[in-house]
């Protein structure tokens, strides 16, 4: 259900009321109208440009992110396929190369590529077209730091441009002498504290995503696609390709190590030839899963790329290839240096994919990669539908099982983060120095703010653990811990009273996820959001509610001081409440943030010998 807008005068369409979502069991809720505050005062700062957008040259704007590169290339046909259009492994050199000068720019000193992470290709790029690749970095770690990049094609005689693609990529900065400690990035924009704010789950992400595979391998049952042909399965061995190469010095950077970008083009043509041999066709990449580089290649080297076909689907197939290096013919050891797994598709010539022949593993390892190539395909699944839940036009609430739960626990996090982020906050209400701020978009979102004497750390603690919500939150009647899924990600279910206009009381199963942080100005982080489970459906004795997005920043204000900032990115609903506390005629929201100060003042004692761990 779409959210409907206000008429101008600021009054609600009246059939409204007869649509409105189910809204979560919080005191800090509320239903989005446009324009209704407008003429409030503004949170933003001054340095930041009137729109919540980052600003672009082209827009005039005086500000350009410091770590910023651009790259136009010309397509020329010595840069193409068979089909005219830019080859995969031509862009792959090109984005890495800009990434690459980005993440020296910030450093100071030579980098290398430690990994990629995920790539859709949404366009093809033709022959005359132009590209044009942008690259900045969003985050420095210790040595290591985040560049995002965005391509972009476009075509100079209709002056149409398409994206293409978005990726991230992972440098590390590498000094001969000394080590490296990375200066830290300073956001400035929405967009740059969004991507800086997230940049920090996408790490977490990537180093638990080895053990994402084994353990959906080992919980879940795979279901593969059960109206094979038998008769038409392909051996896989038929699709082995192995090929290599010798790295001499215009493959290699100004610090001679090979380019990470050359070595994903080779990857991304022993792939294709892995691909045609199966299809016996011209296979179209679509998405790359993760390169991870895992040690250096330098002129000299001879590397040994090997692909083979992995899983075939009903339309498209994934390969995977790993490439391992050498310096002389009578070397025995070979040293691993790179893995990655391609997608591809065979088009028709209404640009549809068409159906595939199956795969035959060989038994024992290709039975192992047949079977983590159906979980690769089940994750990629589950991430591309978490990422496309528009909240006006899907169920709020997503399915919890093993498999999804790294990336629903990503998405509760980065969802906060991200609304934490935005410009646009305006002052609505401020009683006694607790400030309350709204943010008009397609939903009405809340920010409320104090600072207490309390330590970030304990503060934390106590309101982490949604159990003693009920201590201070009278919108709270009981709650119960249904799963502690790991140390920072628990699912409890909330019994809410009924509310003025329900004859029920409402019930929510929440997906709690907590993050320390990982910097120093970071904040700690409580997100929450609504999930399904199949041991807790709906039942007539309650209503469900679901929330989409709402939690907790926490941030050091000196010795013993914490600022408590609650957001809510509010569903229909609650819609007398939220507006007389919007408008100052109740002070509800006022007094449920005042018992929340005084239960972490109570509390705050309780708690000393478990905070050694934070």
């Known amino acids: 259900m779409r959210a409907r807008r206000s ?6 369409d009246v059939s409204l009321a007869s649509q409105l979502r189910r809204s979560p069991p919080c005191t800090f809720l509320g239903q989005g109208f446009a324009s209704m505050f407008s003429n409030r005062t503004s949170r933003k700062s001054i340095s930041h440009p009137e729109s919540g957008d980052a600003p672009t040259m082209a827009e005039g704007e005086g500000y350009r992110n410091p770590t910023e590169v651009q790259m136009s290339q010309l397509v020329l ?3 193409t396929n068979h089909r005219g259009e830019l080859s995969i492994g031509q862009l792959l050199k090109w984005i890495d190369t800009t990434a690459c000068l980005s993440a020296e720019r910030h450093a100071g000193c030579p980098c290398v590529t430690a990994s990629m992470d995920d790539i ?10 132009v590209v044009n690749i942008k690259a900045k970095v969003n985050r420095a770690f210790n040595s290591s730091m985040e560049v995002g990049i965005q391509v972009v094609s476009e075509d100079l005689c209709s002056e149409k441009q398409w994206s293409v693609c978005k990726a991230l990529a992972t440098f590390v900065a590498h000094r001969e002498l000394s080590k490296v400690k990375l200066k830290q990035v300073i956001p ?9 704010g997230v940049a920090a789950e996408r790490r977490r992400m990537r180093l638990v995503y080895a053990d994402t595979i084994k353990d959906l391998l080992t919980h879940c049952v795979i279901q ?3 109206d094979k042909d038998c008769s038409n399965m392909v051996p896989a061995e038929k699709t082995r390709v192995e090929s290599v190469e010798l790295v001499l010095p215009p493959h290699a950077n100004h610090q001679g190590n090979t380019f990470g970008g050359q070595i994903m083009a080779w990857m991304e043509n022993v792939a294709t030839i892995a691909a045609s041999r199966l299809c016996h066709a011209h296979p179209t990449l679509k998405a790359i899963e993760m390169f991870h580089f895992r040690g250096p290649s330098q002129v000299g080297d001879r590397l ?11 339309h498209s197939m994934e390969v995977g290839v790993c490439v391992e290096a050498y310096r002389q013919e009578a070397e025995t050891q070979r040293r691993h240096i790179n893995s990655a797994f391609m997608t591809f598709v065979v088009l028709d010539k209404d640009d549809q994919p068409q159906k595939l022949p199956w795969i035959r593993p060989q038994p024992g390892e290709g039975e192992r990669r047949y079977r983590e190539a159906s979980a690769r395909k089940k994750i990629r699944l589950d991430r591309k539908y978490l990422v496309s839940c528009k909240q006006a036009e899907v169920a709020l609430s997503v399915p919890w099982d093993p498999s999804n739960q790294v990336y629903l626990s990503y998405y509760n996090v980065s969802s906060l983060k991200t609304l934490m982020a935005k410009d646009n906050w305006v002052l609505s209400v401020e009683i006694s120095e607790v400030r309350l701020y709204i943010l008009e978009e397609d939903f009405l979102s809340f920010h409320l703010e104090m600072v207490v004497n309390v330590d970030a750390a ?3 603690q106590l309101l982490s653990d949604l159990r003693r919500r009920p201590e201070w939150d009278k919108h709270y009647r009981s709650v119960e811990l249904v799963q502690q899924v790991d140390e920072d990600d628990a699912i409890y279910h909330v019994i809410s009273p009924a509310l003025s206009g329900n004859t029920k009381p409402q019930d929510f199963v929440i997906l709690a996820s907590r993050r320390k942080p990982c910097d120093n100005g970071d904040p700690y982080v409580i997100a929450l959001r609504s999930v399904t489970l199949p041991t807790h459906h709906e039942t007539p004795e309650y209503q469900r509610g679901e929330t989409l997005c709402s939690g907790f920043c926490l941030w050091r204000e000196g010795d013993q001081m914490t600022k408590v900032s609650y957001y809510n990115q509010a569903t229909p609903g609650f819609l007398n409440y ?6 100052g005629l109740s002070s509800e929201f006022y007094n449920t943030f005042k018992a929340c100060e005084s239960f972490l003042l109570d509390n705050r004692n309780d708690l000393a010998p478990s905070l050694q761990t934070l």
Request: aromatic content about 8%; hydrophobic content about 35%.
């Open 120 to 129: 859709y290709f949404d366009h093809t790029i033709s022959v005359g077209q």
């Open 304 to 314: 040994v790329l090997k692909a083979i076909v992995n899983n075939a689907f009903k």
């Open 77 to 79: 046909p010595c840069h």
């Open 578 to 583: 939220v507006t007389t506390n919007v408008s």
């Open 188 to 196: 400035l924009t929405e967009e740059e504290k969004t991507e800086h």
């Open 7 to 12: 008429s101008p005068s600021g009054k609600a």
């Open 458 to 460: 304990q503060v934390f």
């Open 224 to 226: 593969d696609d059960l």
